[in-house]
C-alpha cells in the first residue's frame, strides 16, 4: 500500500453501477461517458470493466484515438467531432463516430473524399445553447446529411440536457419539446438522458442514454450522494498522517496564519495537497476520515499536505491512514465545502496520484497513474 496520496479503484463497483443505469432505462442502449480519462478514473482502464457498455462517449479525437490502440473495440462517439479534414479522415481511419454539431462540419463531410460512408451523430440544440445544430437549422443540416454520400444511414440524433439535476426546473421539459418537434418526421435513434435525466426524467430514457457520473458512483443532483441513489463509489482518495503535534490556544496554523486554535488542539499533518487534486478551496470544518472518524480539516490547504484537528480522535497516530473522499466519504459532500461539484474533484486528481485498482479484475498488474 503507498505511503502518500493514492486513489483505489473499485472497478467491479463500475460493472454494478452500470446495471444501475439499465435498471432505470431497461430499453435502452448505455453509451458510457467516459471523457477527461474516466473522470479522473483511467480512460482505458474504465472502457475496459465495462465490456458491456453498447458504446462510449469521449470529448475529443485523442481519447477516442487511445480507446484504439488499447484495442477497446466497441462504438466510440466523439462529442466535439472533428474541427478540419485531418481530424475527420481520422474519424474514419479509426472508425470514430463524430457527432456532428456545426454545418461547417458538414462541408466537409461534402468536400473530403473517404474511404467508406462514415458513422455520425447528429446534435441538436434543444435549448443549452453550447454545441448542437439550431432548431432553425436541423432540418437543412438533416437533409444535407442524408444526401451526404460520406455519411452512413439511418444518422441517429442526440441532445443534451443543461439542467436536469435541477428538478424543478421547467427547461428539460421544454428541450424534451424542441427536441421532438425537431424530430418530427424523422425517426432516428435518438440519445438523451445524461445521469440527471436518466435518473429523474422519464422522458430521457429513449433508444440512448448517455450517463458519466453516476458510473463512477456519484450522484447528479445537489444535496444527494451516490449510496443514496443506489450507486458504489468507485474511487477512494487515501493518503496518511505524517506528522501529529500539540498546539496550544492561539497558535497560528499554515499559510496566511489564517486558522488560529481555538482551544489547545492535537493538530494532525496529512500527506495530501493541491498538488494532488485536494480542492485548494477546501474551507476549515471539510471532513476527512481518519480511523473510521470524521475529523476537521483546519488552516489552508498547501501544495502536499493539509492539517486537521484531531483533537478528538486521541487515538490517531502517524501513518495511520486518511480517507479524503469515497469509502464511507462522500465526494459530494467534500465538493460542498469546497464550493465545486464532484465532477471537478474527480477530474481534478494529478498525475503523481497512484491509481490502485482493487476488486476481482486486475487485467494490469502495475499500478498505474
Ligand atoms: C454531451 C454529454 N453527454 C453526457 C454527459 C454525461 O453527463 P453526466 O456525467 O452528468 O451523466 C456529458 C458530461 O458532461 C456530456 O457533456
Known amino acids: 500500500m503507498s505511503g ?14 452500470l446495471a444501475r443505469v439499465r435498471g432505470f432505462a431497461p430499453a435502452a442502449k448505455v453509451m458510457a461517458v467516459i ?24 470529448a475529443r479525437l485523442d481519447e477516442g484515438l487511445a480507446l484504439r490502440q488499447a484495442g477497446i473495440a466497441q462504438r466510440i462517439a466523439v462529442l466535439q467531432g472533428f474541427a478540419n479534414a485531418r481530424e475527420l479522415v481520422a474519424h474514419a481511419q479509426h472508425g470514430l463516430e463524430p457527432i456532428i454539431h456545426a454545418p461547417r462540419q458538414i462541408d466537409l463531410l461534402e468536400q473530403t473524399p473517404l474511404p467508406a460512408p462514415l458513422a455520425v451523430w447528429a446534435k441538436l440544440d434543444s435549448g443549452m445553447h453550447r454545441l448542437g445544430l439550431l432548431p432553425e437549422e436541423f432540418d437543412a443540416c438533416m ?27 421547467p427547461l428539460t421539459e421544454r428541450q424534451l419539446a424542441v ?25 430521457t430514457r429513449v433508444e440512448w442514454v448517455r450517463p458519466g457520473i453516476m458510473l463512477y458512483g456519484v450522484s447528479p443532483f445537489p444535496y444527494r450522494t451516490g449510496p443514496d441513489d443506489g450507486l458504489e463509489p468507485v474511487m477512494t482518495f487515501r493518503t496518511r498522517l505524517i506528522a501529529i503535534k500539540q498546539l496550544r490556544a492561539g497558535d497560528a496554523v499554515g499559510y496566511g496564519g489564517d486558522w488560529i486554535c481555538p482551544h489547545p488542539t492535537r493538530l494532525g499533518v496529512a500527506a495530501v495537497g493541491y498538488g494532488d487534486g485536494y480542492p485548494r478551496h477546501a474551507q476549515p470544518g471539510t471532513p476527512v476520515l481518519v480511523r473510521g472518524q470524521r475529523v476537521p480539516l483546519i488552516g489552508r490547504v498547501s501544495m502536499d499536505m493539509i492539517t486537521l484537528d484531531l483533537t478528538d480522535c486521541p487515538a490517531a497516530q502517524v501513518e495511520d491512514e486518511v480517507i479524503l473522499w469515497g469509502e464511507d466519504l462522500p465526494v459530494e459532500e467534500v465538493a460542498r465545502h469546497a464550493a465545486t461539484i464532484p465532477y471537478d474533484l474527480l477530474c481534478g486528481i494529478t498525475p503523481r496520484v497512484q491509481r490502485i485498482e482493487i476488486g476481482p479484475r486486475s487485467r494490469d498488474p502495475n499500478p498505474t497513474t
Open 4 to 17: 502518500s496520496a493514492h486513489a483505489t479503484l473499485n472497478l467491479a463497483a463500475v460493472a454494478r453501477n
Open 35 to 58: 471523457k477527461a480519462d474516466a473522470y479522473g478514473h483511467g480512460l482505458v482502464r474504465i472502457a475496459r470493466s465495462l465490456p458491456d457498455a453498447d458504446a462510449f462517449a469521449v
Open 143 to 169: 437533409a444535407r446529411l442524408h444526401a451526404c454520400p460520406a455519411v452512413s444511414k439511418p444518422i441517429p440524433v442526440m441532445t443534451h440536457l443543461a439542467n436536469a439535476d435541477m428538478l424543478q426546473d
Open 179 to 203: 427536441f421532438g418537434q425537431a424530430l418530427d418526421g424523422l425517426r432516428p435513434e435518438r440519445g438523451i438522458g445524461n445521469s440527471a435525466g436518466l435518473m429523474a426524467w422519464t422522458g
